[in-house]
């Protein structure tokens, strides 16, 4: 057990918990791995002992050093147990589990699952560069679990490569939470931390505006290090002139969408004001460009799969969508195939949610069109589907038109933007497809908003969202 000033001897029993060595040290305590002697299982014991204003005592109590440190050590212990008590009512799989708290020693003390595998840099080491999908499919349950610490009021404050663990079955967990600290009031000097190149600027002092996108400063910090290998420039550093190359850039040409390197740039904006302001907003965009693989956590399987409706006079060679009308089953497959060399795996979801309203094959063919960010390809694609059918005969109904020119001229950005993100927060990733297809048949913006409502299936979460999009319109 390596020497540790003011650390437990190895062999110290707490309780049921045998020391065994140290893990970490830090400002405000050591952490320790225990045994718990009751279950024979490995844990990581965290005590809290804040050096600048206290100190280990001959008979191994924790004791506020001479002057007027008693105060604030006082504080800061209720802090720590309060803490304890909140992070303990936490229950998610990518979120290190505390599993008891307790007083011993005039101090505080946590018990927490003691993770096995490696440190993500260890991880990451031998298998960069990572695949867009390989990324999505780590960033998407570590926000999951930062949902759930920001949805108890409280911030994490030092997200870093060191605090992500990777699990021996290949899951992330996010790791070290003496720092975390609650939203509502309070000392901010007491916690005070920066991790040079993932903490935001807001939080070198005291005055700085702290909120979830200070957490999402520092998790963009993580993504941005995945990508480019190089951690981020300190904010410190980036306030007159902003000197860091953006993801962009430094990861432009690689296997990355251009929408996907811009949400790690978004998280890391300097300004607080300007980055993603919750986990969700950054989330829905951050995977909505192309989920990960076969694992599309943003739309739920049960939310993609009645997007095409099989109902009993359903045939092989056909499938009926809630129009009642049949559309041929190869010629939606074969709309699928060409979508997903343009938009990639969330192909099948966008062509099915589309297909449930279609009237004809050349309709669905326009409604997803929009997807296309090329414009000459999204004229082909059109001409292929629209103008002509798969085979390549003529429908003589549809005309070919680029859905957004008509959108454009209805509605800004801004306003596409505000809607997709507040749909986000009930269908996921899918919310941006919804959007444009709504926006290609609503006259304003009451309309567009009542239209998208009708994708939220529990009726009481959509006559909400109905009222709050009404009452912020006004």
Same mark, same amino acid.
């Given at each position: 057990?390596?020497?540790?000033?003011?650390?437990?001897?190895?062999?110290?029993?707490?309780?049921?918990?045998?020391?065994?060595?140290?893990?970490?040290?830090?400002?405000?305590?050591?952490?320790?791995?225990?045994?718990?002697?009751?279950?024979?299982?490995?844990?990581?014991?965290?005590?809290?002992? /804040?050096?600048?204003?206290?100190?280990?005592?001959?008979?191994?109590?924790? @004791?506020?050093?001479? &002057?007027?440190?008693?105060?604030?050590?006082?504080?800061?212990?209720?802090?720590?147990?309060?803490?304890?008590?909140?992070?303990?009512?936490?229950?998610?799989?990518?979120?290190?589990?505390?599993? @008891?708290?307790?007083?011993?020693?005039?101090?505080?003390?946590?018990?927490?699952?003691?993770?096995?595998?490696?440190?993500?840099?260890?991880?990451?080491?031998?298998?960069?560069?990572?695949?867009?999908?390989?990324?999505?499919?780590?960033?998407? /349950?570590?926000?999951? #679990?930062?949902?759930?610490?920001? !949805?108890?009021?409280?911030?994490? @404050?030092?997200?870093?490569?060191?605090?992500?663990?990777?699990?021996?079955?290949?899951?992330?967990?996010?790791?070290?939470?003496?720092?975390?600290?609650?939203?509502? &009031?309070?000392?901010?000097?007491?916690?005070?931390?920066?991790?040079?190149?993932?903490?935001?600027?807001?939080?070198?002092?005291?005055? $700085?505006?702290?909120?979830?996108?200070?957490?999402?400063?520092?998790?963009?910090?993580?993504?941005?290090?995945?990508?480019?290998?190089?951690?981020?420039?300190?904010?410190?550093?980036?306030?007159?002139?902003?000197?860091?190359?953006?993801?962009?850039?430094?990861?432009?040409?690689?296997?990355?969408?251009?929408?996907?390197?811009?949400?790690?740039?978004?998280?890391? =904006?300097?300004?607080?004001?300007?980055?993603?302001?919750?986990?969700?907003?950054?989330?829905?965009?951050?995977? *909505?460009?192309?989920?990960?693989? $076969?694992?599309?956590?943003?739309?739920?399987?049960?939310?993609?799969?009645?997007?095409?409706?099989?109902?009993? #006079?359903?045939?092989?060679? &056909?499938?009926?969508?809630?129009?009642?009308?049949?559309?041929?089953?190869?010629?939606? =497959?074969?709309?699928?195939?060409?979508?997903?060399?343009? %938009? $990639?795996?969330?192909?099948?979801?966008?062509?099915?949610?589309?297909?449930? !309203?279609?009237?004809?094959?050349?309709?669905?063919?326009?409604?997803?069109?929009?997807?296309?960010?090329?414009?000459?390809?999204?004229?082909?694609?059109?001409? !292929?589907?629209?103008?002509?059918?798969?085979? *390549? =005969? /003529?429908?003589?109904?549809?005309?070919?038109?680029?859905?957004?020119?008509?959108?454009?001229? =209805?509605?800004?950005?801004?306003?596409?933007?505000?809607?997709?993100?507040?749909?986000?927060?009930?269908?996921?990733?899918?919310?941006?497809?919804?959007?444009?297809?709504?926006?290609?048949?609503?006259?304003?913006?009451?309309?567009?908003?009542?239209?998208?409502?009708?994708? %939220?299936?529990?009726?009481?979460? @959509?006559?909400?969202?109905?009222?709050?999009?009404?009452?912020?319109?006004?």
């Amino acid at each position: 057990m390596p020497d540790v000033a003011n650390a437990l001897p190895r062999g110290y029993a707490l309780h049921e918990y045998r020391v065994e060595s140290v893990l970490g040290a830090g400002g405000f305590g050591l952490t320790y791995l225990a045994t718990d002697s009751n279950l024979n299982l490995k844990v990581a014991l965290k005590e809290y002992l /804040p050096g600048d204003f206290a100190a280990r005592a001959e008979d191994s109590t924790v @004791r506020p050093k001479p &002057g007027d440190a008693a105060e604030s050590f006082q504080w800061g212990l209720q802090r720590f147990m309060d803490e304890a008590r909140t992070l303990a009512s936490f229950r998610h799989p990518n979120i290190v589990r505390v599993m @008891r708290f307790f007083e011993a020693n005039k101090t505080g003390y946590m018990v927490m699952e003691f993770v096995e595998g490696k440190p993500l840099s260890e991880w990451i080491a031998a298998r960069r560069p990572l695949p867009q999908q390989t990324l999505q499919a780590l960033a998407g /349950p570590l926000l999951d #679990g930062l949902a759930v610490i920001h !949805k108890a009021g409280f911030l994490h @404050r030092d997200i870093k490569p060191a605090n992500i663990f990777m699990r021996e079955d290949g899951s992330a967990v996010l790791l070290d939470f003496g720092s975390a600290r609650e939203l509502k &009031g309070g000392n901010q000097e007491l916690t005070a931390v920066v991790s040079p190149g993932y903490a935001p600027l807001e939080q070198y002092h005291t005055q $700085g505006k702290q909120g979830p996108w200070s957490d999402l400063y520092a998790f963009g910090g993580v993504m941005y290090w995945m990508l480019t290998g190089s951690k981020p420039v300190e904010a410190a550093a980036r306030v007159r002139q902003d000197i860091m190359p953006p993801a962009t850039k430094l990861a432009a040409g690689g296997s990355y969408t251009p929408d996907f390197l811009a949400t790690v740039d978004w998280a890391l =904006k300097p300004n607080e004001d300007e980055r993603p302001q919750s986990v969700t907003e950054f989330k829905s965009r951050l995977l *909505g460009s192309a989920p990960a693989a $076969g694992q599309d956590r943003t739309v739920p399987l049960s939310s993609a799969e009645p997007t095409v409706i099989a109902r009993p #006079g359903d045939t092989p060679s &056909g499938m009926t969508g809630l129009t009642g009308v049949v559309l041929d089953r190869e010629q939606v =497959k074969r709309i699928e195939a060409e979508m997903a060399r343009h %938009i $990639g795996p969330i192909a099948p979801i966008v062509v099915r949610n589309a297909a449930k !309203k279609a009237l004809s094959i050349p309709a669905l063919a326009e409604a997803v069109a929009g997807e296309i960010a090329d414009e000459k390809t999204r004229a082909a694609f059109i001409k !292929k589907f629209v103008a002509g059918d798969t085979t *390549g =005969k /003529p429908t003589g109904g549809a005309t070919a038109r680029a859905p957004e020119q008509t959108i454009s001229q =209805k509605f800004t950005a801004e306003i596409l933007q505000r809607a997709e993100v507040a749909l986000a927060q009930h269908i996921g990733a899918i919310a941006k497809v919804v959007v444009k297809r709504a926006a290609a048949k609503a006259r304003d913006e009451a309309e567009l908003y009542l239209l998208i409502a009708d994708e %939220i299936k529990d009726p009481t979460e @959509r006559k909400a969202f109905i009222r709050k999009a009404v009452s912020a319109r006004r």
